[in-house]
């Protein structure tokens, strides 16, 4: 008998002979790991951890044993989220992997290179650990000089308006929505500032409001101005539609309160979410309490007049009365008057406004109503003050030595249609 025949009789098998592919649960478990396999030496294949690879005849070799070698794939690449760098005026971005350079503009620009040095030109920079040679426009680093990079503009995101919490007042990008005295809403120049509790003034974040001596405090014992709050951009206006009291059958105008009278019946604020003195003759702004004894609205240390209501208006009354009612519905003294409703005449002699206004002119030339008696016309024609404040055009409010509050607006005059003259 050959020498082979009784080596494979014996169940061994001579040095150089390959045996078949194993299959099934054998192949399967001769498959390599990826944290343990070997690799094999022509880059394109690999064996089992305790094999050797025989690149000749493709085969993975343990001993006696021989199985296929297996073909590498392709590894997947994580490729990192890509992050725009943010500049440092917060509105300005650079592409992953630049450097936010200011340009000569005073905007910004981006160097297409990582931690760059900014080049004092403005318009080029180098890479980092080298210096700017503006004279040559190159990079230096000790005797190896190569050229700069060019800057290129920066992304500007587009500002966004600041959305106030009734959703239908803006304030400009990087402002803080505050609440007014009248309980609308007004607008901080300064982001995530602090809303001061006199509904007037704001301060920078990390500071408190010291509303007595104006101020905003800081533990360093630093201190700086208030701010103003300004108006806020109101976008379209909801359909008016009257505040019904409780009784169901009184109403009274968008925008105020109302508040029970001495007489049991209903009357009208001419504020919103107003406070309703219990002398149910007066009014505060929401926020504040009433000083009944000496006719004012507090807050903290900080007083202003208080608003007279007026008579609700009836479910049930004519058009006509309807109009009226609606017209003497405003801030007038702090006194409730008993004598009959009179218009007031303007100057033209054919305008006139509510019992309780003053007539202001305004830009147009025509006659509007300030919405208080013997009030204060301000000088750009749309606004009013109460006697004995002065205008501040420029921030919108109404000052008293310290004491500052909002404006108002004047309305158009009512024109009376000319007689004719029989």
Same mark, same amino acid.
Do not use: I, Y
């Given at each position: ?5 009784? =080596? ?16 099934? !649960? ?11 396999? #070997? ?10 951890? *305790? ?35 943010? &500049? ?6 650079? %592409? ?21 040095? &900014? ?34 503009? !920066? ?16 304030? %400009? ?6 609440? =007014?005295?009248? *309980? ?19 301060? +920078? ?46 109403? &009274? ?16 604020? %001419? ?15 929401? *926020? ?42 405003? +801030? ?23 019992? *309780? ?35 501040? #055009? ?17 309305? %158009? ?10």
């Amino acid at each position: 008998m050959p020498r082979w025949q009784h =080596l494979l009789s014996a169940g061994q098998r001579p040095v150089g002979m390959l045996s078949a592919p194993a299959s099934g !649960a054998a192949a399967r478990s001769l498959k390599p790991s990826a944290a343990q396999a #070997v690799c094999c030496n022509d880059h394109e294949h690999c064996c089992p951890t *305790g094999t050797t690879c025989d690149v000749q005849h493709g085969r993975c070799l343990n001993g006696h044993l021989s199985t296929p070698w297996f073909t590498k794939t392709a590894a997947t690449v994580k490729t990192p989220p890509v992050e725009d760098v943010v &500049c440092p005026d917060k509105s300005s971005t650079c %592409p992953d992997g630049s450097t936010c350079c200011q340009l000569a503009s005073g905007q910004w620009g981006c160097c297409p290179l990582p931690q760059a040095v &900014c080049c004092s030109d403005h318009e080029h920079c180098c890479p980092t650990g080298t210096t700017c040679d503006v004279k040559h426009g190159r990079c230096l680093n000790g005797d190896l000089s190569m050229p700069w990079f060019t800057k290129t503009a !920066a992304t500007v995101k587009a500002p966004t308006d600041v959305v106030c919490p009734d959703k239908s007042s803006t304030c %400009p990008d990087g402002s803080t929505c505050c609440q =007014l005295a009248s *309980g609308q809403w007004g607008c901080c120049p300064l982001p995530q500032a602090v809303c001061c509790n006199d509904h007037m003034h704001c301060c +920078p974040t990390g500071t408190t409001c010291d509303v007595q001596h104006g101020r905003c405090n800081r533990q360093s014992s630093l201190s700086t101005r208030m701010f103003f709050v300004l108006d806020a951009k109101t976008s379209a206006p909801a359909p008016v539609s009257d505040v019904v009291c409780p009784d169901k059958s009184s109403t &009274c105008p968008d925008g105020s309160t109302c508040c029970q009278l001495a007489s049991g019946q209903w009357g009208c604020c %001419p504020l919103p979410q107003a406070v309703c003195c219990n002398d149910h003759e007066h009014c505060c702004p929401t *926020g504040t309490t009433c000083d009944v004894q000496h006719g004012r609205c507090l807050n903290g240390d900080l007083s202003t007049p208080w608003f007279t209501k007026t008579a609700a208006a009836r479910a049930v009354s004519s058009p006509a009365a309807s109009g009226a009612a609606a017209r003497s519905l405003k +801030p007038s003294a702090a006194t409730v008057k008993t004598s009959p409703v009179e218009d007031v005449v303007c100057p033209d002699k054919s305008s006139t406004c509510p019992d *309780g206004s003053t007539c202001c002119q305004l830009a147009s030339g025509q006659w509007g109503c300030c919405p208080l008696p013997q009030a204060v016309c301000c000088n750009d024609h749309e606004h009013c003050c109460p006697t004995g404040t002065t205008c501040d #055009v420029q921030h919108g409010r109404c000052l008293n030595g310290d004491l500052s509050m909002p404006w108002f607006k004047k309305t %158009p005059a009512t024109v009376k249609a000319p007689t004719e003259v029989e």
